[in-house]
């Protein structure tokens, strides 16, 4: 399989639905760039597909993928494969919740990946993953977009992803604060708007300027009252040259 950090950057690769581009900024560096090899490589499933009402993944069984452990690495060093075991544990612990069919009236949770097998000769890297995770990567009922895979890849902050996929077909968005909040599950973090904008907005933005095609500028909405709090967040998309 090719290597996706040493393809030309910028370079669309992969179709993705929303429990891809939500489970993203949710994962770990090296456990991000199992995913999205696998991502990579269950592309081929999707050539010659109609991804309408028919397109039905619940036919494909249960899968395995082998590549080399060093298009994991990338040539970042690791002892005894340990950073590419605990991406791969790490993957295997985590659980996601989904929802899938009309009007998402069904909903689960699955674990990422079934099991692994590393053949230290060869280094190569088995991964199992199962039907059901299928169902979950490959639903489009409620649509898809194409994902920049180096953008994903080389991506530090966790946040970046996300607001990379804000950005990357529209010229503006307008998101209020609270649901930002939900959507990047923060919990009880950053309450204060201007705490959210500094730790988590900006440190985006500025990795975005550094490894995107695409990044954006921000601005803020309040209540036209003295003291009020920020209740929206406008982003405008802009390219980077």
């Known amino acids: 399989m ?6 030309r950057p910028y370079k669309e690769v992969a179709l993705a639905n929303t429990f891809v ?8 560096k090296y456990e991000r760039r199992l995913f999205l090899l696998l991502i990579n490589e269950a592309q081929q499933y999707l050539k010659g597909q109609h991804l309408d009402d028919s397109f039905d993944v619940k036919k494909w069984s249960s899968q395995t993928f082998t590549f080399k452990l060093n298009e994991l690495l990338d040539g970042d060093r690791d002892e005894n494969y340990t950073r590419a ?28 990946l079934n099991g692994y097998i590393y053949e230290k000769r060869s280094g190569e890297l088995t991964i199992s993953l199962d039907e059901i995770v299928w169902s979950a990567l490959f639903n489009f009922a409620s649509g898809f977009q194409y994902v920049d895979l180096y953008v994903c890849l080389m991506a530090d902050q966790p946040y970046s ?27 009880g973090k950053y309450k204060n708007g201007n705490d ?9 933005q500025k ?35």
């Open 161 to 187: 992803i996300y607001f990379y996929s804000l950005i990357y077909d529209q010229d503006e968005i307008t998101i209020g604060i609270d649901t930002l909040r939900e959507r990047l599950k923060l919990g």
């Open 196 to 204: 959210l904008i500094k730790k988590v907005i900006e440190p985006a």
């Open 85 to 112: 075991r605990q991406a791969i544990q790490g993957l295997m612990k985590k659980s996601f919740p989904f929802n899938f069919g009309e009007n998402k009236k069904f909903e689960g949770e699955v674990n990422f």
């Open 21 to 28: 581009t939500e489970i993203l900024p949710l994962i770990k």
């Open 207 to 241: 990795e975005l300027d550094s490894i995107s095609p695409r990044s954006f500028s921000i601005e803020i909405e309040k209540e036209k009252k003295r003291g009020a709090p920020i209740k929206n967040i406008k982003l405008r998309a802009r390219n980077i040259q």
């Open 2 to 7: 090719e290597n996706l950090l040493t393809t």
